[in-house]
């Protein structure tokens, strides 16, 4: 009976330290990236990776945190393939649910030229979200629409404007070149008057493309519906 109760003594002794050990990995973590996030708000790229690097592996999420915010760094940077890594790696250390990392790993494979993993990526960023992810969405859309696809690029910008929490105005604007070159002017004036709203008239692309539309729908000679012009960005990479 001595015996056991030592051991139950030990044992409790172990996990108590186990629960210590895990609070000050959090505590440290936090503090780690809370110093990088200021670094990296004024431009210090590389000594925020510094700051990020510290977190420890056993600090759960915080340390997937920190590998995808190293990860913005080297994208920053110029560094891209090491971003990839880095995404990846903040991926796996999430057990491959970690939809902001899966979302910047496409943005990342895009830039390289590597489409179809660029679209595997945000797919995957989708499923891991539960269907969500507007931008993911909006930058599929762009794919599909590069490949001539305008059907489906119809409605994946559909969606992007159906899940983002915000005014998404270069997705209205999208949706309406997509619609203008499937014949459908009327409803692509819609959608180039939502973009012109939700930028208070500050939208380049869909200035033009609503003047354009408007000549397509009075039928006036030497309008090109080839012109109409796309955007490509969206939400920029955060930490």
Same mark, same amino acid.
């Given at each position: ?12 002794? +172990? ?6 050990? /895990?609070?000050?990995?959090? *505590? *440290? ?6 110093? /990088?996030? *200021?670094?990296?708000?004024? @431009? ?5 990776? %510094?700051?990020?690097?510290? #977190?420890?592996? /056993?600090?759960?999420? @915080? ?5 995808? $915010?190293?990860? !913005? ?33 496409? !943005?990342?494979? =895009? ?5 179809? =993993?660029? %679209?595997?990526?945000?797919?995957? @960023? ?24 305008? =059907?489906?690029? !119809? ?14 105005? $270069? ?5 309406? #070149?997509? +619609?203008?070159?499937? /014949? ?6 819609? %959608? ?32 090109? +519906? ?5 955007? %490509? ?7």
């Amino acid at each position: 009976m001595k015996a056991k109760k030592i051991l139950l003594a030990t044992l409790l002794a +172990l996990l108590t330290g186990g629960a210590s050990m /895990g609070q000050e990995n959090r *505590e *440290e973590a936090r503090d780690r990236i809370k110093r /990088g996030n *200021e670094r990296y708000a004024r @431009a210090e790229y590389e000594a925020a990776i %510094e700051e990020y690097r510290r #977190v420890p592996r /056993g600090a759960g999420d @915080a340390y997937a945190q920190s590998l995808y $915010n190293v990860g !913005v760094c080297y994208y920053e940077l110029g560094r891209t393939e090491e971003a990839i890594v880095m995404y990846r790696s903040a991926a796996a250390a999430h057990a491959g649910r970690y939809p902001k990392a899966l979302y910047a790993l496409g !943005v990342a494979l =895009e830039d390289l030229g590597q489409l179809p =993993e660029a %679209e595997a990526a945000y797919q995957r @960023a989708i499923d891991t979200s539960g269907g969500g992810h507007a931008p993911a969405h909006f930058k599929l859309g762009v794919l599909v629409a590069r490949a001539g696809d305008y =059907e489906a690029a !119809v409605a994946l910008f559909r969606k992007a404007i159906a899940r983002s929490e915000e005014h998404f105005p $270069n997705s209205h604007n999208n949706l309406g #070149v997509m +619609l203008a070159r499937t /014949g459908r002017l009327a409803e692509a004036a819609r %959608e180039f008057e939502v973009a012109l709203r939700q930028t208070d008239g500050a939208s380049d692309e869909a200035t033009h493309n609503l003047k354009l539309c408007h000549s397509l729908l009075a039928g006036k000679t030497g309008t090109r +519906l080839a012109s109409m012009k796309m955007v %490509e960005a969206t939400a920029a990479l955060n930490k």
